[in-house]
Structure formats: C-alpha cells, structure tokens
C-alpha cells in the first residue's frame, strides 16, 4: 500500500498517474475495497460517518482487502478549527484512518506543489 497525502490540488493525482499509471474517479467506499487507485479518501470517510459506519474498522478491512491500493487523502486537519462539532469529528475521523493506512503502507508520501516528500 502507498499513501499519499497532501493539500488539495497539491498534484496527487498527477503523480499517481505519472509514477504509477493510474487514474483516480469517485468511488464508494465498496468499490475502494477493490480498486488500485483510491481517490478522495477523505469523502470515502465522510460517506461512511454519514451512514454512520465505524471508520475504524472500514479501514482495517480496506488495509486487509487491498493491501496493493495507492490511497490520496487530502490533508483536512490544516488550517482554522471549524465550529461545527460534525466537521471536527470527522477531521479526527480523516487523520486516525490516515494513521492506520501510514503504519500498514510501505511507502507514505505527502505532496506540497507537485513535489513528493517520502515520509516512510
């Protein structure tokens, strides 16, 4: 598994493509149980807190099912600290799944302008 963290429009998707020839689309959260490119992760968590789904355990069985998947997730937990108590779960919920992948992926990357930095 490859993580691959960073800003929005930071260029994930462009060095997914370019490193390793895939091309990210939405996906639910079944779909990203099987595909190699998993885009948008950070919506993929939003659906399954709204479905109230246990985010930790979706991505135990995401770790497990599709331990070859190249993940983006943008970075949500930069910037003001919202108001609302929804969005600051799921900010939480966002950075403790990315935690996960990061221990269980063999490569963690974060991109800042189209630059990757190797964080593991």
């Given at each position: 598994m490859v993580l691959i963290v960073g800003g929005r429009a930071a260029g994930k998707r462009?060095?997914?493509l370019e490193r390793?020839?895939?091309m990210g689309r939405a996906l639910s959260p079944q779909e990203a149980l099987k595909a190699p490119l998993?885009?948008?992760f950070q919506d993929?968590?939003?659906q399954l807190m709204q479905e109230k789904q246990d985010t930790q355990?979706?991505?135990?069985?995401?770790?497990?099912?599709n331990p070859g998947a190249v993940i983006l997730c943008d970075?949500?937990?930069l910037g003001i600290v919202p108001l609302d108590r929804g969005e600051r779960a799921y900010r939480e919920a966002v950075?403790?799944?990315?935690c996960q992948l990061a221990a269980a992926a063999f490569e963690v990357?974060?991109?800042v302008c189209g630059l990757p930095q190797q964080l593991k």
């Amino acid at each position: 598994m490859v993580l691959i963290v960073g800003g929005r429009a930071a260029g994930k998707r462009d060095y997914a493509l370019e490193r390793f020839g895939l091309m990210g689309r939405a996906l639910s959260p079944q779909e990203a149980l099987k595909a190699p490119l998993v885009d948008n992760f950070q919506d993929i968590i939003r659906q399954l807190m709204q479905e109230k789904q246990d985010t930790q355990a979706y991505v135990t069985q995401l770790i497990r099912d599709n331990p070859g998947a190249v993940i983006l997730c943008d970075e949500v937990g930069l910037g003001i600290v919202p108001l609302d108590r929804g969005e600051r779960a799921y900010r939480e919920a966002v950075g403790q799944a990315c935690c996960q992948l990061a221990a269980a992926a063999f490569e963690v990357l974060r991109l800042v302008c189209g630059l990757p930095q190797q964080l593991k």
